[in-house]
T-cell receptor
């Protein structure tokens, strides 16, 4: 069965610190997608990134970067020089692309960035 | 603003009742997805429609149903409501494939008393 684990329930950092949010997934599938979403206090969900299981290249987008390692089944998200506006709940998700459709979310990590 | 609209924003109803949530996707998007977010269950994918047809099913209860109309808007029908159905229901849309970036609406907060 597929599973997504975000072990960090809540993280607090001081502004300008770097922070890494962990995501570990379980699957026997060879093809799948992984996602990160942001849910700020206003409540809406915002797509951040999608990564295909065949593409292990790390990605950087501004202050955001993602480290995908199939060997450890992890897809971690790092925010560099955090800002107060980064305060939100971040969800990691797994999408199965073969067989029965499964789209599974982790329980989320609440990030608080303090000024 | 994602371009996805959902109505109503809030809904308060009683157990046993039936409600309909409405979603209008971004202009040009053919796929609509429904999600439920509750304290107990977290964020769950319910169902996806693509150009009027059901494309994928997640953890949707039999008491729930959805459809997508020719104008591509979608409705999620929840019946025989229970206290545990209280949640935030999100709609999202995307341009095509299931793996594309999804754009989320602001959600409908359902409270069942």
């Amino acid at each position: 069965a597929q599973k997504v684990t975000q072990a960090q329930t809540e993280i607090s950092v001081v502004e300008k610190e770097d922070v890494t949010l962990d995501c570990v997934y379980e699957t026997r599938d060879t093809t799948y997608y992984l996602f990160w979403y942001k849910q700020p206090p206003s409540g809406e969900l915002v797509f951040l990134i999608r990564r295909n299981s065949f593409d292990e290249q790390n990605e950087i987008s501004g202050r955001y970067s993602w480290n995908f390692q199939k060997s450890t089944s992890s897809f971690n998200f790092t925010i560099t020089a955090s800002q107060v506006v980064d305060s939100a709940v971040y969800f990691c998700a797994f999408l199965r692309t073969s067989g029965t459709y499964k789209y599974i979310f982790g329980t989320g990590t609440r990030l608080k960035v303090l000024a | 603003d994602s371009g996805v609209t959902q109505t109503p924003k809030h809904l308060i109803t009683a157990t046993g009742q039936r409600v309909t949530l409405r979603c209008s996707p971004r202009s040009g998007d053919l796929s609509v997805y429904w999600y439920q977010q509750s304290l107990d269950q977290g964020l769950q994918f319910l169902i996806q429609y693509y150009n009027g047809e059901e494309r994928a099913k997640g953890n949707i209860l039999e008491r729930f149903s959805a459809q997508q109309f020719p104008d591509l808007h979608s409705e999620l029908n929840l019946s025989s409501l229970e206290l545990g159905d209280s949640a935030l229901y999100f709609c999202a849309s995307s341009g095509g494939q299931q793996y594309n970036e999804q754009f989320f609406g602001p959600g409908t907060r359902l409270t069942v008393l």
